[in-house]
């Protein structure tokens, strides 16, 4: 005859499936634990402004820089998102990123801090096409959170590399000038 110890209990089944419902209702009753869109961060954020990345005439992506503070703020939290108008690979995009960190002079010297990096954006981006989103959201101080057009995909908490992300795109030495200042409404 078989021992009921060595066989898993009928409960064990039962208790996996409360356990999930109990995280589940969690979900709702907790909004702040399980975020899905940048805009509960930042219900009151208008649009800054906005416009088209191109290289050599080809549409990449478009823009919105938002924010709840008008005029746009830096040192508080805003958005960025991007969507884009073609298929880009996740390698493509943590590639270039981390080009134009170095070329910003915003990376640290160090080997090690530049892989981690370049290890972090590889976690958090994904492969994107034609009218895929990625939203970043700037957490002055603390770092930032990636999102697509469906879920949070990452929290990055390293302020460091969130202000080197962004200038990406607000330094004052950012590549597409016309985008910037798209971007900032206008504002130098």
């Known amino acids: 005859m078989l021992s009921n110890s060595c066989w898993p209990s009928l409960r064990w089944p039962r208790l996996a499936l409360r356990a999930a419902l109990c995280?589940?209702?969690?979900?709702?009753?907790?909004?702040?634990?399980?975020?899905?869109?940048?805009?509960?961060?930042?219900?009151?954020a208008r649009a800054v402004g906005g416009?088209?990345?191109?290289?050599?005439?080809l549409r990449i992506y478009h823009a919105t820089l938002w924010s709840e503070k008008q005029p746009f703020d830096p040192a508080a939290r805003f958005a960025l998102q991007l969507r884009y108008h073609r298929s880009i690979s996740r390698d493509r995009l943590v590639?270039?990123?981390?080009?134009?960190?170095?070329?910003?002079?915003?990376?640290?010297?160090?080997?090690?801090?530049l892989q981690r990096w370049e290890a972090r954006l590889r976690e958090a981006f994904v492969d994107v096409a034609d009218g895929d989103q990625l939203v970043g959201l700037h957490l002055p101080g603390q770092g930032m959170r990636l999102y697509d057009q469906h879920r949070l995909r990452a929290e990055i908490a390293d302020p460091q590399l969130a202000q080197a992300f962004f200038d990406i795109w607000l330094h004052t030495d950012s590549r597409d000038q016309n985008l910037r200042r798209q971007l900032l409404g206008g504002q130098p």
């Open 23 to 44: 995280l589940a209702l969690a979900g709702i009753a907790l909004p702040g634990l399980a975020q899905t869109s940048w805009r509960d961060e930042l219900p009151q």
């Open 51 to 57: 416009g088209e990345l191109r290289w050599f005439g």
């Open 95 to 113: 590639q270039t990123s981390m080009e134009e960190i170095r070329r910003l002079g915003n990376a640290p010297r160090d080997a090690a801090t």
